[in-house]
């Protein structure tokens, strides 16, 4: 897998560098700057982009917008942001466009290498992630929201989960119900939220997201 990094922090970008070598992805470019990462994403159109929300000059959105506009010019390019706090504006300006192909993690999570390598694979595959965090914050931000106030406990943490991106299987794997039990509790909550069900994880997930307002 090809992979541009764009962080500031030194000890940081070498971290990232040396751990997805170590797994035998390519780091084709790490930048330290928001200027920086836009032609390197054009010039390389990489796998996937490891990018942090906030780069000089301003530590602002610097990353998030050059992260958006590659998406624009290379559709569909996988981009993972990571960023220190909870920010929910950022999650919802990634993803806007509904391509799919899209993470975000705090940072917190890179210390967790198998989850931090299981995300960068499947943000390269096409897929949604979304850290527990986020989802959680926004969850209890519309916890009395209609719908969501006829689902059960047990859809609300099925719904996160499928949030999160996770697969039936694994999320049966997480509370302990069969895949079959999953996939009825699935269909009951897109029933509740008015989505009509579907088999491709990643509109599922997107669908999701999109009605939780993010």
Request: no cysteine.
């Amino acid at each position: 897998m090809r992979v541009v990094i764009a962080e500031d922090l030194a000890l940081l970008r070498d971290g990232l560098t040396r751990l997805l070598t170590a797994f035998d992805h390519e780091v084709v470019a790490a930048v330290d700057n928001g200027p920086a990462l836009l032609p390197a994403l054009l010039e390389h159109k990489p796998d996937i982009a490891i990018v942090d929300v906030r780069l000089p000059p301003t530590f602002t959105d610097e990353g998030l917008r050059a992260a958006v506009a590659a998406r624009a010019r290379i559709p569909g390019l996988p981009v993972l942001v990571l960023s220190q706090y909870v920010e929910q504006l950022y999650a919802r300006e990634l993803l806007s466009d509904r391509a799919g192909g899209v993470g975000y993690l705090l940072k917190d999570r890179v210390a967790h290498v198998e989850q931090f390598l299981d995300a960068v694979q499947r943000v390269a595959d096409g897929g949604s992630v979304m850290d527990p965090d986020v989802v959680a914050q926004l969850l209890a931000r519309r916890a009395s929201d209609q719908p969501l106030k006829g689902l059960t406990p047990r859809e609300h943490e099925v719904l996160g989960l499928m949030a999160e991106g996770r697969s039936n299987a694994a999320i049966a794997a997480r509370i302990f119900i069969t895949e079959k039990a999953v996939s009825k509790h699935i269909n009951s909550i897109l029933a509740k939220l008015g989505l009509p069900p579907s088999e491709d994880d990643n509109r599922r997930v997107m669908a999701v997201l999109a009605y939780l307002r993010i």
